[in-house]
Nanobody
Framework: QVQLVESGGGLVQAGGSLRLSCAASGRTFSDYAIAWFRQAPGKEREFVTGISWWNTEITSAADSVKGRFTISRDNAKNTVYLQMNSLKPEDTAVYYC????????????????WGQGTQVTVSS
């Protein structure tokens, strides 16, 4: 079992930045790929970005956030970070982190554990 807790959400103006954190407890954190998903009102949950479990240099990001969002992980702290720069109103959503044991993917149904989510609101 892995418990995930997101933090760092809030209200920010367009063009601003936020850093989200995903703190994990439970099983060996380094055995899990971690991804960020987001869900806006009335929309399906979508993949934002992810980082692999076997090589922290291996990441993937949705086209909509490439060049603006950066994911990183600190296995010593059992934490994954999402640095979000140049935020846009369309980035407004609840952001969730998710963990997948020794795997990799962009579909939400591939992930085993989820946090409760943190709200990000970008005003224009």
């Amino acid at each position: 079992q892995v418990q995930l807790v997101e933090s760092g959400g809030g209200l920010v103006q367009a063009g601003g930045s936020l850093r989200l954190s995903c703190a994990a407890s439970g099983r060996t954190f380094s055995d899990y790929a971690i991804a960020w998903f987001r869900q806006a009102p009335g929309k399906e949950r979508e993949f934002v970005t992810g980082i692999s479990w076997w090589n922290t240099e291996i990441t993937s990001a949705a086209d909509s956030v490439k060049g603006r969002f950066t994911i990183s992980r600190d296995n010593a702290k059992n934490t994954v970070y999402l640095q979000m720069n140049s935020l846009k109103p369309e980035d407004t959503a609840v952001y969730y982190c998710a963990a997948k044991y020794r795997g990799w993917g962009k579909r939400s149904d591939e992930y085993d554990y989820w946090g409760q989510g943190t709200q990000v609101t970008v005003s224009s």
